[in-house]
């Protein structure tokens, strides 16, 4: 079985949110659920500010402590699928101690305020057990791996696209959204992101792209002295995040 | 001996109404808000997922733990001036606990599902798992004991080893109520090995101030009314120990106030200097709730008047009770992970819905506290037990 990482290279990276964009469009996501972002990072001061930019999707990390604090199991990793962490919506039972316990914040309590108005939440309301039922919705629906739209009072959290990439052939070494053969398998972020800052693939398999490319260009991972281990690789200049510091509105 | 509890009497009774109106008001804002917004009827988000329903609850699940602890002083350690209390301080555990638990209970998405999810889990791993674990055999033990004493069955092998269960219960759960926060490395606020210690001192101390105020509401708060053995304990032993308590709580959260503005890192730093320092609300409950009814307890003329234990009793429910609220959300105010989408500290006040909660638990609280001290004598102790009826049948004293 494939263990399924990502790459992104930061030196290509265009900061454009098109990755986000494609995840909402695809997992039904509400505006600020934001399963995959990217986030943006001032340091310095003028005039020699930077403004560094960081995608940031679930790590689905070998070691997560997401898994580790879930009282019940809901939240569980699923070597059999690529390692990709799920949460199962049958038994979440809504603590939102994950949520305390993900030091990449990649994880969302949709049951909450809206962000922006109108509230999409009361523009179609929830049938069926769902929260919210928007008249479109993606053809796949699994709530034992938090797949689709989310019932009311459970976590949510990127999949790594897990209804796509599950359907791709055994033993392929990289899901490459220019291989006619494989796009449709290819995670919404990865297949839509325009200058290709994206690389998917099997970190078990020593021939894979992804392995070259983290070996080849230094890959690193974020946060990694909290000891959770990512699945997703950074490449390029700008791979670490500056102290939180208060910033003045002008 | 309890002829003169006035909570037997039409003040109960009205106390009780009273409280029943602010508990069944409470929780049937909470719960029309809730079923018409969810839970966006908090003011929770990804930033703080964890509020004032938490705090209050973590608040009451430690008063509880103090309780226990203060019942250990005469059932475990046999210091036998503290008997007086010891009912009390069991029956309060029990319902403060269980207050605590009704708030956590409207909190969560799912409460129901837990019943059987978290049994079925067995996520050993986790120490809210525990926390369910160790709460509920807490529970179990407080019943228990409870039910000993009230077959003022005080002394015997069976009592004192349902005690020593119970504070061994109430250790391992209070502690491990502080390291669902303290192992979490990724909040550097809370992040801390000698976090349980904290929560024992500052359970101990809410648990004490609990067992003041609600021992003098038993008596309408007149000290001559109470039963001599109870009055001389008031009048001794007693405020010693909870001015020591408060003396100890306000110099553990000077420790951590002066290491977490010490600190480089603004998880902890910026928390206590622009988060937590900045609130007034704050300090008044810092300087207010805690320091000044230490310090008025200090003197040995104020400490033995009544008016003042219940006075610093109350002092000591807002101050720890905000202690409690600016812990938890504490550590999550600095975003975490968002770059500049979170500008700025995160900002959270607790929403009219999440205050219900926190009146629902508190009037949940007295009713279960006026309906303990109608249905049962409280302050009853082996003094009170007529003599060859401290021990059923065949059991073997070991005091």
New interface residues.
Partial sequence: MAKWGMVIDLDKCTGCQACTTACSMENNTLP?ENWQ?V????EGEYPSAQMK??P?PCMQCEEP?CV???????TYKDDEAGGIVFIDWN???????C???????V???A????LVEPDL?AAFPGEDGQ?WSPPYQGPQEDWSRGIGIQP???VSKCTFCHHKVSQAPAGTPDLDEDDPDLKEYVPACVRTCPPKARYFGDLDNPESNVNKLIGNKRGVRL?DE?GNRPQVYYLGAGAN?P?????Q?S | MTDNNVMKGSAGTGLLVLSLLVMVAGFGYAAMNMAAHGHAAFNTDANVAWGQPISTYLYFALASSGLGLLAAVPLVFKVKEYYPVAKRCIFLAFIILISGMAVLAMELGHTFRMIWALPFGMQVQSAMFWMGVLYALDLLFLLWKFQRMEGRDWDSKTTLQIGIASFLGVLLASGNLALIFGMMSMRPFWFDPSLPIYFYLTGIASGMAALVFYTYLAYGFDRGKMPAALRQLMEGGLPKLFVTLLGITFLFIMVRMITGLYANAPEINLVWSDYILASPVYHISLWGGILLPFLLLLSPTLRVQPAVQVACAVLVFGGLFAERYFFVVGGQVIPLFKGTWAWDISQYAPSATEWSLTFMGAAMIFVLYVLGEKMFNLSDSPADTPSGASQPAGAKATA
């Fill in positions: 600020g972002d986030l943006y990072y001032h930019w960081l940031r402590s580790h604090v879930c009282p019940t199991r809901a038994k979440c039972i809504g603590c939102k101690y949520m305390i316990a993900c030091p990449y914040g994880r969302f309590y049951d909450e305020q809206p939440k929260l009311k009072g459970v946060k909290t995040i102290a939180f510091q208060r910033r509105r």
